[in-house]
């Protein structure tokens, strides 16, 4: 019997990594991004093209897609705004990624914009995209809490997701950016979404803020979910949202849906050794929570 | 509108003291009995009547079921055999707790018995506790996985349930020793034992191994347990069962079920200094993988 697939895309070379102190090369990205290959990790987010001035860590965006150019994978780059798209699309990237938002404050904080401007962006971003022949993946932002509005009202979400699907984006990412969602709450609205939806266009995003983050992923898979982001090493936090500590490891996901016998297609030996990589390059890395573990079992195993 | 009860037995005063390096006086583990009564928790597991030879950690039992002697309360004891039960009589507890197993390594080297023997011993013990008017909670070890012997088919756990509710165990408690269950197999065995028994005699208690703690939990709540397991500041582990670390903290647990709107009586901030308490006294606590959130948000809301 065939194992049913489940998508995983790493965030950490640009998700993960803008959120820590250490600022790395381009080249340095690249060898994540190129470990992370090597561990069978298919879909990855290598970069974003920001103000190098706003985020030193992100600079040389356009270097590192140059890099990867023609190899295989889904590699993906995150533009703040139309700009940055037409300098992704210069740069070569085919999958593009854009946020917009859950709540005001939090896009106020993060995009300088109202919620609408965001919109509005994306939806010009997504209305180019099909001349571009790009692939668009959309994040909503502050899905469920924001740290600054409080409770995101599961509607507001549901009508964006829809708003967004409906304008051609490939993908809509649900994010709990500040990691205080629960299972009970992640599986209400999930179901709503993969319902209305089905669970092809979907994805979750979760931090492990509160440990809940495997909760989570195992509450969106109950309702249908089959794609996750996810962060090797659970480098990642966000400055702007007080309390969020890093994205769920990717190797905690992988351990976990790989047990339970879906087909990531990642190698967890290959993917503790990108793991490793990180956190010699960050120095500081968590490694995931399960990571002892994990190593015993590898090291038991080799 | 109501909230929905759940229970948490905090099993670390005898599961999680008994397994750490620090042994501590029966008078520490009173304090921390009462430190967790403080906190609003009801169902506490005190102490264990087995040699203090063997296990030095747990000596003195019959004095901590003394003091605590007409407290309010649900206080349990672990016996582990019938001369352990007729102890605990004697000293006056009037809720007592015995092992049996899923597996045959791990009943050979916990309990030095066959799996046979540690059933029959329990059954003797369900049909005593009936004229000594006492109530019986029995956990079924290796539930899941065996260190000695691997996979525990869900079937045996299943028969094994049937047996142990028809001779009168108040409570079965599932038990994922060695804290290597995932929450797709937790939410299938729990789906037919609440389906053939109901939730009110069911436990869940796990390990927090591979950081699927929380998982588990949500996946067992979906198949309708109301009852859990856990330990406070996440002491635990166990000396016989290779690999296995701590129970799942109760700060974790309860942090979730509150969060998710159910009422487990527990009030956060009395059980933050239980944990440190125990932090304390053990020298070798977690804490919990949620710690650092619910400091934050405790010090941030006080």
Chains 1, 2 share one sequence.
Not at 266 to 279: C, F, K, N, P
């Amino acid at each position: 019997m065939s194992r049913e697939k489940v998508i995983i895309q790493d965030v950490g070379p640009r998700d993960g990594l803008q959120n820590q102190p250490k600022i790395l090369t381009p080249q340095q990205r690249v060898h994540i991004v190129r470990a992370l290959m090597a561990a069978g990790v298919e879909h990855i987010q290598v970069g974003s093209f920001v103000s190098p001035k706003a985020v030193p860590a992100m600079a040389g965006a356009a270097e590192i897609v140059s890099e990867l150019q023609g190899q295989p994978g889904q590699f993906s780059v995150l533009v703040p705004n139309v700009k940055g798209y037409e300098l992704a699309i210069e740069a070569g990237a085919r999958i593009i990624e854009m946020v917009v938002y859950g709540s005001e404050g939090f896009s106020q904080a993060n995009a300088h914009m109202s919620r609408a401007q965001s919109e509005a962006a994306c939806m010009e971003i997504l209305d180019r995209s099909v001349e571009d022949d790009v692939r668009i993946i959309t994040t909503i932002s502050t899905s469920f809490d924001c740290p600054f509005d409080g409770v995101v009202e599961p509607a507001v979400v549901e009508a964006l997701t829809a708003r967004l699907l409906e304008r051609g984006s490939s993908v809509v990412v649900v994010a709990d950016t500040i990691g205080s969602a629960d299972p009970a709450r992640v599986r209400k609205l999930m179901n709503r979404l993969v319902g209305d939806h089905g669970p092809d266009h979907l994805c979750c995003h979760f931090h492990d803020t509160r440990a809940m983050g495997l909760a989570n992923v195992f509450a969106s898979l109950e309702s249908g979910v089959r794609r996750f982001d996810a962060s090797v090493a659970g480098v990642g936090g966000c400055p702007f949202a007080p309390g969020a500590s890093g994205n769920v490891a990717t190797e905690d996901v992988v351990m976990m849906l790989e047990q339970m016998g879906f087909d990531t297609g990642i190698d967890q030996r290959g993917l503790m050794e990108a793991s490793q990589l990180v956190a010699e390059l960050t120095e500081n890395a968590s490694g995931g929570r399960a990571a002892p573990w994990l190593r015993q079992m590898l090291e038991a195993s080799s």
